[in-house]
């Protein structure tokens, strides 16, 4: 599973693991990838921790000796001062609640900048259904424009999304 963007889908970080938690409570055998690059505001930090459940001391051994090998091939000896920064708020009690109460707020603008968007294409004489925009939740969204459209925004008017679903 990825959780790159947690907190940010609704501001609560356990209701944007519900996934996670559901799966583990299934027995499941999980394998986490979590990043802290955008929930931190650490971008090319390389921040972040993956996490494997395993059944056994023996199980977890032969992962924990395929992923040193994975992590060397990649990236060998990644910059620390992220996790250092990390580890610093996690391990306080206060610097984490004011950490998750600040995503919280980032989280409500994305929130409310979608409420905006909506009612502001409904208010330009819009007659489509913007639901979409107000449905999805977290950084990004399926804005329901062609490739065409996404490339008329671009030329005319210097706004940049990817083309494929233009997300």
Known sequence: MDCAYQGFASGDFDKDKAGLDQMIADGHKVILCQSFAKNFGLYGQRVGCCSVICSSEEEKERVMSQLKI????????????????VNE???????TAQWKGEVKEMADRIIKMRELLKAGLKKEGSKLNWD???????MFAYSGLT?????????DWSIYMTRNDAR
Not at 89 to 95: A, C, N, Q, T
């Open 70 to 85: 994975v992590a060397r091939a990649i990236y060998s000896n990644p910059p620390v001062q992220g996790a250092r920064i």
């Open 89 to 95: 708020i996690l391990s306080d009690p206060e610097m």
């Open 132 to 138: 979409h925009v107000t449905n999805q939740i977290g």
């Open 147 to 155: 490739g065409e459209q996404v490339d008329k925004l671009k030329t």
